[in-house]
Nanobody, 121 residues
């Protein structure tokens, strides 16, 4: 079993920044692709971005240029740096681990509990 714990969420004004962290247990972190998802009230969970074990990353179009995803395998941690935040970014953000990777929740084996991000106008 892999345990994931997110941190770094909070309340921020539009245009501000937050950095989310996801700490993973175990010693197999580097073999997993790590994804970020978010879920706003009344909305389905949506894919935000992914980093593969190689360090390559992919982000959805709506956050490209504002968000950056990265990983530190030595620390078993993945990050989501969020800049120029907008009210539409308000959601619970989850990290997840996948043996293969992908943009759909079904591809992921382990999930964190989530951290709340609220962006005020």
């Amino acid at each position: 079993q892999v345990q994931l714990v997110e941190s770094g969420g909070g309340l921020v004004q539009a245009g501000g920044s937050l950095r989310l962290s996801c700490a993973a247990s175990g010693r197999t972190f580097s073999s997993y692709a790590m994804g970020w998802f978010r879920q706003a009230p009344g909305k389905e969970r949506e894919f935000v971005g992914i980093t593969w074990s190689s360090g390559n990353t992919y982000l959805k179009d709506s956050v490209k240029g504002r968000f950056t995803i990265s990983r530190d395998n030595a620390k078993n941690t993945v990050y989501l740096q969020m800049n120029s935040l907008k009210p539409e970014d308000t959601a619970v953000y989850h990290c997840a681990a996948s043996r293969v990777g992908g943009a759909t929740a079904s591809a992921y084996d382990y999930w964190g509990r989530g951290t709340q991000v609220t962006v005020s106008s």
